[in-house]
């Protein structure tokens, strides 16, 4: 199994809603992240998790809250998101921080905050 | 990280091959290349990645100059399939790297 699972597909919340976003790999990686991308930008890396500790949170504001719970799962909790929010939220995995160059990226979870 | 320069975009035929560049003047010595290809909607898919020389999979070539300033990722024969944006990332294989792209290359193939 190579994938990573990202749930749900599409997500439409409004500003005083909290919502999470799931991400869920079996392969045994142990280093996990969560990206935001806008339309015809790069994806931009928000958090980087490994062995389950936050390792790297690029400034993000609180009201991304991320959350992993074993070396499975990846959660990304939302609340009180602006509608510049919107987004495609990416998450990955890689075996760990040392081969972090080569990552297995999800489907995304498209997001839009109305 | 090591910055990277690429073309913003790039147009092809069909069964033509095309090669995309991307400048990385500051490369470190423990620096690995390596790149992503990304359709609209989907995460990005790694493609390949090397460090010196030439590396070939089934999917591409990376070729590294001795200066390992540049690379060229050269994809043969494209596909209308193949039209995606293609990022190039440089950074360390070893110890908290932040896989971070850039602006990436936006390669159109027509028949």
């Known amino acids: 199994d190579t994938e990573v699972t990202q749930t749900p597909k599409h997500l439409v919340m409004g500003m005083t809603n909290k919502k999470s976003l799931k991400c869920e790999q079996h392969?045994?990686?142990?280093?996990m992240y969560w990206y935001k991308q806008k339309a015809k930008k790069p994806p931009e890396l928000m958090f980087v998790?490994?062995?389950?500790?936050?390792?790297i949170n690029e400034s993000v504001p609180s009201r991304f809250s991320p959350e992993c719970p074993n070396s499975s799962l990846l959660n990304l909790h939302l609340h009180a998101l602006q509608p510049e929010d919107s987004a495609l939220y990416l998450c990955?995995?890689?075996?760990?921080?040392?081969?972090?160059?080569?990552?297995?990226f999800g489907q995304g979870t498209r997001l839009t905050v109305v | 990280l090591a910055k990277t320069t690429q073309p913003i975009s790039m147009d092809s035929y069909e069964g033509q091959e095309v090669n995309i560049t991307c400048s990385h003047n500051?490369?470190?010595?423990?620096?690995?290349i390596t790149w992503y290809q990304q359709f609209p909607s989907q995460g990005p898919r790694f493609i390949i990645q090397?460090?010196?020389t030439k590396v070939t999979n089934e999917v591409a070539s990376l070729f590294i100059p001795a200066d390992r300033k540049s690379s060229t990722l050269s994809l043969p024969r494209v596909s209308l399939s193949d039209t995606a944006v293609y990022y190039c990332?440089?950074?360390?294989?070893?110890?908290?790297?932040?896989?971070?792209f850039g602006t990436g290359t936006q390669l159109k193939v027509e028949l």
């Open positions: 090397g460090y010196k």
């Open positions: 998790y490994s062995y389950e500790k936050l390792s």
């Open positions: 392969m045994g990686h142990r280093a």
């Open positions: 500051n490369i470190a010595t423990n620096d690995y």
């Open positions: 990332l440089v950074g360390r294989s070893g110890g908290g790297n932040k896989l971070t």
């Open positions: 990955a995995s890689s075996q760990d921080l040392r081969s972090g160059l080569e990552a297995f």
